[in-house]
């Protein structure tokens, strides 16, 4: 493998619920952990929604701003210059809930183990169930589908009003 480098802020956005976020780990061609810059405006969720993975943990830098995360119990309130472990089998949600905007690094490991088990009610059936994502306008807009029902429950990206 050669040495590749990549100035992040060149590196395409990625279709998400934040203002931006750069899979650093995708351009460069990491293959062992998931390496994730997200910029989050006031009000918006990184990523998408309450998940947890089996057997994968994160650790979340936060370089600028206050993060919240939703767990099971209190939110954990994260703030510049801080970093949080959430390890596997621990359900999350993150968003800014701030008046500035949020910087963080979110590191994932082992990269081939990131599967995450949703557990959102869906609008449409009500049920607690699992997504299933979908790219479209050439994987500008991911469209996200209630396993059990069909109904779409959210989009986001570039093309997604
Ligand atoms: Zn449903």
């Given at each position: 493998m050669p040495y590749r480098k990549r100035r992040v802020d060149d590196v395409p956005n990625a279709p998400a619920p934040s203002a931006e976020k750069k899979e650093v780990d995708e351009a460069l061609g990491v293959e062992a952990f998931g390496f994730n810059v997200y910029t989050v405006e006031p009000g918006e969720r990184v990523p998408w929604g309450y998940h947890h993975h089996p057997r994968h943990e994160e650790l979340f830098y936060v370089l600028e701003g206050v993060l919240t995360v939703d767990t099971p119990d209190d939110p954990v309130i994260v703030e510049a210059g801080e970093a949080l472990h959430v390890p596997p089998e621990h359900p999350n949600r993150a968003h800014n809930a701030g008046e500035a905007v949020v910087r963080l690094i979110a590191v994932g490991a082992p990269k081939a183990t990131d599967e995450a088990v949703i557990e959102e009610r869906c609008p449409s059936c009500g049920e607690q169930t699992g997504r299933r994502g979908e790219r479209a306008n050439d994987g500008d807009t991911v469209r996200l589908h209630c396993t059990?029902?069909?109904?779409?429950t959210d989009r986001f990206g570039r093309n997604s009003g």
């Open positions: 059990a029902c069909g109904a779409e």
